[in-house]
């Protein structure tokens, strides 16, 4: 029973966030926190991965599967010691293990609303077949939604991080910065691991393609615009 509570990850990480964030705070067996939050991350992208394959059908199903989670956990990576340098200019004591744990609440939050959802996403994309920019939309929007989600439940975790109230308010300020670097990262990665919604033998498109995330999704909005009208 215990094991069962340990791997709920909607008990765990959401029900019983105090807990959550005095074990942040502590530092108190953190590599193992940081590792079972990472794993949890990953197998809940994993689940989303998969709705989203079935819709494109053939590889895609076992590419999303890896792809999803390598999205995450990369823009984690590249952000991450970013966070951890500007708090310390603003006098914060979080290791960079503690600032990777405040990160990683985001992408547990996340991923478990994405997987929440992958039952009418997938109901959704399966019955609009023929609509490929309406998939495309909805699940945009949808991360949109349930990223913001995520960075409001970080927010909570690194409030909850730092003890000295002044410090806090620094970091804080920090992070809402720093959140406009990970929502870009974010967002040129998922361009950059696409596709995801068409069948194809492509893993990753080749980065010497023009374009990128932003105006990608503005000829999107135009488009289902368009047909909406």
Avoid at 87 to 105: E, F, K, P, Y
Avoid at 209 to 224: H, T
Wanted: with cysteine.
């Amino acid at each position: 029973m215990g094991a069962v509570r340990t791997w709920s990850p909607a008990r765990t990480y959401l029900v019983e966030r105090e807990a959550l964030f005095e074990r942040i705070r502590s530092g108190r067996d953190l590599p193992a926190l940081v590792l079972r939050m990472t794993g949890v991350a990953a197998l809940l992208s994993a689940l989303y991965g998969f709705t989203v394959g079935l819709y494109a059908g053939g590889w895609q199903i076992l590419y999303n599967v890896v792809k999803f989670p390598l999205l995450f956990l990369a823009t984690l990576a590249l952000c991450v010691l970013a966070l951890y340098m500007l708090n310390s200019l603003a006098g914060a004591r979080l290791s960079l293990l503690q600032t990777a744990a405040v990160v990683l609440t985001a992408i547990v939050a996340t991923t478990m609303l994405l997987a929440s959802l992958a039952p009418p996403l997938g109901f959704l994309m399966l019955t609009s077949v023929r609509d490929y920019h309406f998939v495309v939309f909805i699940n945009l929007v949808v991360g949109c939604l349930v990223g913001a989600g995520g960075v409001r439940f970080a927010f909570q975790a690194a409030a909850a991080a730092h003890v000295d109230e002044i410090v806090r308010a620094r970091c804080l300020r920090i992070m809402r910065i720093w959140l406009v670097i990970y929502g870009a990262v974010g967002l040129q990665m998922v361009w950059i691991f696409r596709p995801f919604f068409r069948q194809t033998d492509v893993f990753i498109r080749p980065l010497a393609e023009q374009g990128n995330a932003f105006e990608a999704f503005f000829r999107l909005l135009l488009r289902v615009i368009t047909k909406l009208v």
